[in-house]
């Protein structure tokens, strides 16, 4: 495992780090290579804030993203819960999108060490497992996209009780997305000209 591990308001001492290490290590149980590990440790300096002490960990495989985010009280029950979550994720993408029968084609050098800091694309291997992959659509929806401004855009997605809503912006004349953050407010996804 390739792990590189940041702290924000908080000292990252040895102990923190292997605690993280040791309870991500049980994620690289699932594939035979290294995985690119960054995880994020973060405290609110804001005291109204009850669950301030934060544990995000992000997994790049072949182009998907594995994510988790947890906050707490303790930031030693934060990457508990933050490992189980990415555990789970990590179990998922590989019973779905993982070809267990072309293991041989996978580089396996390394696997089980953990080299702090150290960053390696370790996707390639997944890549040439997920070539015969063909996700199944199971429904399909069609519904007219109305000319319409971000701010009208989010009072529809709450009058409609959705996360998201997808809608031509009027100033730019393309589809745009907005969706509910987990902060409360909103965000809007605009395609790349």
Request: glycine share 6%; charged share 25%; with cysteine.
């Amino acid at each position: 495992m390739q792990l590189t591990v940041t702290g924000r308001n908080i000292e990252l001492t040895p102990a923190l780090k292997d605690y993280l290490v040791d309870k991500l290590q049980r994620s690289q149980k699932h594939f035979d290579h290294a995985l690119n590990v960054t995880a994020l440790l973060s405290v609110a300096k804001n005291p109204s804030v009850a669950q301030s002490q934060t544990a995000e960990v992000t997994i790049k495989l072949n182009g998907s993203i594995i994510r988790g985010e947890e906050s707490t009280e303790n930031m030693y029950a934060s990457i508990d819960l933050v490992a189980d979550k990415i555990e789970r994720q990590l179990r998922k993408y590989k019973t779905r999108y993982y070809h267990k029968g072309n293991k041989a084609k996978e580089r396996g050098e390394g696997h089980g060490a953990v080299d702090v800091g150290a960053l390696v694309d370790s996707d390639s291997a997944i890549s040439q497992e997920l070539n015969g992959f063909h996700p199944k659509i199971v429904r399909s929806k069609r519904f007219p996209l109305k000319p319409m401004l971000p701010e009208e855009a989010c009072k529809h997605m709450d009058l409609l009780g959705h996360d998201f809503f997808m809608f031509i912006n009027s100033d730019s004349n393309q589809v745009n997305t907005v969706y509910h953050r987990r902060d409360g407010h909103y965000g809007l996804i605009e395609p790349e000209v």
